[in-house]
C-alpha cells in the first residue's frame, strides 16, 4: 500500500509563488508515475500536471504551462509543484497521485486521467487572494 501526503499549501496573494511537496511511502516510488490535479469549490477535480518515473517527461494542463514546475526526488520519494505567478483561479485543494508501473515503464499514459491513478493524497489548500 503506498501512501501520500501533500503539504505546502497555504494563503498568498496574487503574483506569489508556492511550492508543494507530495511524500510518498513503498519502496518503488522511482518507478511510479506521478501527477497534481486540483479541485476548486463547486467545480469537478482537474488535472495539473504529471511527470514520468524517469523525470525527463512531464505534462502540464494549458491554463499552468509556464507558471508551474513539476519535478520529482527519487531519493527523497517526493514530487513537487513548484507554482509561480498564482492567480486567483489557481485557488483550489490540490492532491498527488502515482500512477504504479514497472520498473522502467515507457508505454502509453494517460496523465490527465484520474482512473490512470492507483492511490491518492488527501490533499493540500491552496488559497490565492487578489
Known amino acids: 500500500q503506498v501512501q501520500l501526503v501533500e503539504s505546502g499549501g497555504g494563503l498568498v496573494q496574487a503574483g506569489g509563488s508556492l511550492r508543494l511537496s507530495c511524500a510518498a511511502s513503498?519502496?518503488?516510488?522511482?518507478?511510479?508515475?506521478m501527477g497534481w490535479f486540483r479541485q476548486a469549490p463547486g467545480k469537478e477535480r482537474e488535472f495539473v500536471a504529471a511527470?514520468?518515473?524517469?523525470?525527463?517527461?512531464?505534462y502540464y494542463t494549458d491554463s499552468v504551462k509556464g507558471r508551474f514546475t513539476i519535478s520529482r526526488d527519487n531519493a527523497k520519494n517526493t514530487v513537487y509543484l513548484q507554482m509561480n505567478s498564482l492567480k486567483p483561479e489557481d485557488t483550489a485543494v490540490y492532491y498527488c497521485?502515482?500512477?504504479?508501473?514497472?520498473?522502467?515503464?515507457?508505454?502509453?499514459?494517460?496523465?490527465?486521467?484520474?482512473?490512470?491513478?492507483?492511490?491518492w493524497g488527501r490533499g493540500t489548500q491552496v488559497t490565492v487572494s487578489s
Open positions: 497521485a502515482a500512477d504504479e508501473r514497472s520498473p522502467g515503464y515507457s508505454g502509453a499514459y494517460y496523465y490527465g486521467r484520474e482512473d490512470e491513478y492507483d492511490y
Open positions: 513503498g519502496r518503488t516510488f522511482s518507478s511510479y508515475a
Open positions: 511527470i514520468r518515473w524517469s523525470g525527463r517527461s512531464t
